[in-house]
């Protein structure tokens, strides 16, 4: 199992580190993450495909289906197989590549719109396919569709063992230019590596493994990178070539995890620091215990002028404030804090109270091209002292759909406002189908009684419940009683029991709670959870509705599970399918010439065909339970199986 650190998208500049980095040093603010938990791809962070559509410079096709999230990776596959929505090819790469068919399938996935960047440290962990043909890339491109600017984190076109770092820009008399080279050293398809670039307005430095393979400074034409977005696919030809005819597919491009830092964008805000570094100081500046706000510390002002200030990298055309506490000595020593150099008028706020500290700021807005600001605070009058402490500089944000100014709440796939300071989760598809429900910290089955508890699972009916979706809800019935899951009311404390009746107290939202586990959430509240009491793992404790704790007595296992055995004629020994239940797809062996047809939990028919010998299904289907219907000259055979 692998241990990983859970970060948080933060809307502004975050006030809370995550996991540094492995390459650059310095304080770093982690400003977007993906673990790739769960079993599919998190859609509030990335979009599928290429945001100009489905086909690139390469020969594949690229389609949602060939990106999964399985076992903590992403991953990617590629496949020697056209698909039926591909154009025939295209000419547009003639001069680099010559004609180009459309004959093979895969993936990509970007993060334009719901992550998009402008100077950090972009970094991820990687496995390469071993396929010679393919070509893996992890890059970014410009949000407003120009090009270049692109950076190229990872390209392996050629030998496994190599790969491609670049940087292509707009030169001087508006030709494509470029600086990078390539690195040569381990087998990257044999396990994972990290791949890294820091980006600032004049430099870009390439790290493999987090260590610095090179550097490249008083460089300008680095900030042609503005509002860039990232972008992981796996392509197969084009420049990689032909594809060799012993060629292996379908391969896989797999990621671990994909991160962005910011730098600590301006320091010393509180004066904690020893000294006032980095600001810099004019005249009489002083850090003083006398002039603190919070803490130990604040910064003193004393006659006039005198001011402190320092430069910080911010990104173009981006609405910041800046500003904190402070108060005046006296009457006729007032304050003011400043901004200048940003692209537009200086700007001053002036705080004149001298009774106590009160907070005021400035919002400004960077130019198209300006990546950096002064800001300061200014004493310009009396020959008093004047206090600050406390200070900030954030980006300027709306409300999010909970109303919080710079939180990071949204509206999930089902239209309810999720995240943030909600404590919602977003809603999760489940297949109509049977099914056992397990608190996760218990293992134990509910059951219905009196009322809804925790019991021994036992292969009983009483332990299976029939779900289906009922508009963006799901009506929940139990085999043994044919009764429904349901609240008296939906307020916390009450316990869950059954009905008769279908209505708004027996339906149930499902939430994503992470590892492939479920949150069950009444219609009628959505603040509320269904909780095991008293988080107890012993059988017979009920079940009841509770605010939200993020604990496993609040998660559920929902397991697609079998009421009877079909029938079964003939040679019965013969074939033999596994793994039965699957995650990603099963394997039917010993069968010889066949033919196949997959039928769903309302008999319709999903999948058929033929085959010899060995049948491998099922990465395409939903969660559920389907029959697997096999026929051959001697003998049919009905195998139920269950996707997890």
């Known amino acids: 199992m692998k241990l990983k650190v859970i ?9 809370i580190f995550g996991q540094q980095p492995q390459g650059p040093g310095g304080t770093w603010n982690l400003v977007f993450e993906d673990n790739f938990d769960g079993s599919t791809l998190n859609t509030q962070k990335w979009n599928y495909n290429y945001t100009w559509g489905r086909t690139h410079n390469h020969r594949a096709y690229m389609v949602d289906s060939m990106v999964k999230v399985v076992n903590g990776q992403l991953r990617i596959k590629a496949k020697h197989e056209r698909n039926p929505s591909a154009p025939d090819g295209t000419d547009k790469w003639s001069n680099q590549f010559g004609y180009i068919p459309f004959d093979y399938t895969s993936g ?23 396929t010679l043909g393919t070509w893996p890339a992890f890059w970014t491109l410009n949000a407003n569709g120009a090009w270049p600017p692109e950076i190229d984190v990872l390209e392996i076109p050629k030998a496994r063992n190599e790969h491609h770092y670049y940087y292509h820009y707009k030169n001087s008399s508006g030709a494509e230019a470029s600086f990078g080279t390539t690195h040569t ?11 890294g670039v820091e980006w600032g307005p004049t430099y870009m430095k390439f790290y493999f493994d987090g260590q610095l393979l090179n550097s490249y400074t008083n460089r300008t034409e680095c900030n042609q990178g503005i509002d860039m977005y ?32 910011k730098k600590d964008p301006v320091g010393n805000l509180d004066f904690e620091a020893t000294g006032l570094a980095p ?27 005198a001011s402190i200030e320092q430069t910080v990298d911010l990104s173009a055309n981006t609405t910041y404030i800046y500003g904190g506490y402070a108060k005046a000595g006296s009457t006729g020593d007032p304050v003011m804090f400043g901004v200048k150099n940003y692209g537009g008028d200086q700007l001053t706020k002036t705080v004149t109270s001298t009774t106590a500290f009160v907070r005021d700021s400035i919002i400004f ?3 198209t091209t300006n990546t950096s600001a002064v800001i300061f605070f200014y004493k310009n009058q009396g020959t008093g002292s004047a206090c600050g402490d406390d200070f900030f500089l954030r980006k300027s944000t709306v409300k999010d759909c909970a109303g919080q100014e710079g939180g990071t709440a949204v509206n999930d796939a089902c239209g ?33 009684g009196t009322e809804i508890t925790q019991q021994t699972c036992n292969a009983e009916n009483k332990e299976i419940w029939i779900i289906n979706q009922n508009g963006q809800f799901y009506q929940i019935k139990n085999v043994a009683t044919n009764q429904y899951l349901a609240v008296s009311s939906a307020t916390s404390g009450n316990h869950l029991t059954q009905t008769s009746t279908l209505g708004n107290n027996a339906l149930w939202r499902l939430e994503d709670a992470g590892g492939g586990n479920y949150n069950l959430v009444p219609s009628g509240n959505l603040d509320l959870v269904v909780d095991v009491n008293s988080a107890a793992t012993t059988a017979g404790v009920y079940t009841l509705l509770y605010n939200r704790l993020g604990a496993d007595n609040q998660k559920y296992v929902f397991t697609a599970t079998v009421l009877t055995d079909l029938d079964e004629v003939s040679n019965l020994n013969t074939a033999t399918c596994y793994p039965n239940p699957f995650e990603d797809h099963f394997i039917l062996t010993q069968v010889g010439d066949f033919s196949y ?23 395409d289907l939903r969660a559920g339970v389907y029959t697997l219907k096999v026929e051959t000259q001697t003998y049919r055979k009905f195998i139920r199986i269950v996707k997890q």
């Open 416 to 448: 309810v406002c999720v995240g943030g300071s909600t404590k919602r989760n977003p809603c999760k598809d489940l297949a109509d189908g049977n099914y056992t429900i397990k608190p996760l910290h218990s293992g134990l089955c509910l059951e219905p």
């Open 185 to 195: 050293g381990p087998d990257k398809s044999a396990a994972f590596h990290t791949y």
């Open 230 to 261: 990232v972008i992981i696919n796996l392509a197969v030809g084009g420049w990689a070539g032909d594809i060799p005819a012993n060629a292996a597919f379908p391969c896989y491009f797999y990621s671990d995890w994909v991160r962005v830092w």
């Open 365 to 367: 807005k960077t130019g």
């Open 108 to 130: 990509a996935v970007n993060t334009n719109s719901k992550f998009n960047f402008a100077y950090g440290y972009l970094e991820g962990s990687f496995k390469a396919p071993a």
């Open 597 to 619: 047809e997959v039928l769903n939990n309302t008999g319709s028919s999903v999948a058929s065909g033929l085959g010899k010998d060995e049948l491998t299904l099922g990465e």
């Open 7 to 15: 970060g948080i998208l933060l809307a502004f500049f975050g006030y």
């Open 279 to 305: 600001w810099g100081a004019w005249n009489t500046a002083t850090q003083t215990t006398d002039c603190k706000r919070s803490g130990s510390k604040g910064v003193k002002l004393t006659g006039n002028p």
